[in-house]
């Protein structure tokens, strides 16, 4: 019989081996249901993995990697401190559309004009609307107690339906014939995120991200407030008895998620996107959420992790146009990857052992009554 027992202490050779031991894994199954729906397994892979980085298109594609990785970075950094402290937000995806509503909103308001004040007024916008959108699971957990797991995920559907008002109404482009949407504010200069560097992909939002990272990792190792994240996670009762104040971690862990989560709405609406859609909505609010456990909740970690993960959106793509495979295909590759990493993860804290099954001895049979 196969049984779990506990570690004494979890094991640190677990920690970081799981997510090497849970792609491998991915790879596994992937294989196997690329094979299903009838394609080379390993045709699959090499599209995914292999042409990217250094196929026949490789440069395109690599402008392409931090396009991706630029917003599922800077989303994951934010959740990631709220995970460490054990504050779960799960919805970062409306928090990246009502960002962006708002940042595109102030923005638009100043159309056509023509200065360089509107775009980081459309950045403090859209973290400003992304922080007020996490406030609400925030204040609700303080004042009555109640899961932002389940508050956060149901302002997505709230704000998917205020993306879609918008882009059929109260932001839809007054000139436009054509499919309902905002004014392009790519094409508009004082409002348009550009790329910095011709062929890299990299525009303010990839900086951000960056940015991003090296202040989580500043925040964690060497300020209060990250200890206070930290020892919250680790020992919630030594937490109280440190003096830490729950309702003031928890202000702050979704706060910054939020304002974080609406910035990269903002530069996407403002970048790749290009303007508000009723598509707008990516999904990336919950795929940063694989992001941040892939690189263990550590920001050095989430920039590999978010690399990585752009990768199989860009390889992805290469593999619905080039192999036929379906969207839904890629997303379930992608999947599997929390999935596995999820199952792996227990054996950061439990063994396995190997017991046998004790013989049942039988019992004597009771004496009939008299």
């Known amino acids: 019989m196969i049984a779990l027992e506990r570690r004494p202490t979890p094991s640190r050779v677990w920690a970081w081996a799981s997510p090497l031991v849970a792609v491998a894994l991915t790879l596994v199954a992937g294989g196997v249901m690329f094979a299903a729906l009838g394609t080379d397994p390993l045709e699959a892979m090499r599209t995914i993995f292999w042409d990217p980085l250094f196929g026949e298109f490789a440069f395109y594609f690599?402008?392409?990697?931090?396009?991706?990785?630029?917003?599922?970075?800077?989303?994951?950094?934010?959740?990631?401190?709220?995970?460490?402290?054990g504050i779960w937000n799960i919805g970062a995806e409306g928090q990246y559309i009502v960002g962006a509503l708002c940042g595109a909103?102030?923005?638009l308001a100043f159309y056509p004009a023509e200065t360089r004040l509107i775009f980081p007024l459309m950045v403090v916008c859209g973290a400003l609307g992304g922080f007020l959108w996490a406030m609400i699971p925030a204040l609700l957990r303080i004042r009555f107690g109640t899961n932002e797991i389940l508050v956060s995920l149901m302002l997505v559907y709230v704000a998917e339906n205020l993306l879609a008002s918008a882009a059929v109404s109260w932001l839809r482009n007054p000139d436009a014939v054509g499919f309902p949407g905002s004014r392009n504010l790519s094409r508009w200069d004082a409002a348009s995120n550009p790329e910095l560097i011709a062929g890299t992909g990299a525009h303010w939002g990839v900086v951000a991200a960056l940015i991003a990272v090296v202040f989580a990792h500043i925040l964690l190792t060497r300020h209060l407030m990250g200890f206070h994240i930290k020892l919250t996670g680790a020992a919630p009762r030594a937490a109280a008895f440190a003096g830490v104040r729950p309702a003031r971690l928890v202000?702050?862990?979704?706060?910054?998620?939020g304002a974080l989560a609406g910035m990269a709405g903002l530069f996407e609406v403002t970048g790749p996107a290009g303007q508000i859609s009723i598509d707008f909505a990516s999904g990336y609010g919950f795929t940063a959420i694989i992001v941040a456990f892939l690189g263990r909740l550590n920001p050095v970690g989430i920039l590999l992790a978010g690399l990585l993960m752009a990768l199989t959106y860009v390889g992805g793509d290469a593999a619905a146009t080039n192999l036929g495979l379906p969207s839904a295909a890629i997303s379930a590759f992608q999947g599997m990857l929390l999935f596995f990493l999820l199952a792996v993860d227990v054996l950061t804290n439990f063994r396995l052992r190997v017991k046998r099954r004790e013989p049942r001895v039988p019992q004597p049979a009771p004496e009939a009554a008299e």
């Open 62 to 85: 690599r402008g392409q990697l931090l396009v991706k990785a630029g917003p599922l970075i800077l989303i994951a950094v934010g959740l990631a401190l709220g995970f460490r402290a």
């Open 251 to 257: 202000v702050f862990c979704l706060g910054l998620a």
């Open 105 to 107: 909103a102030a923005g």
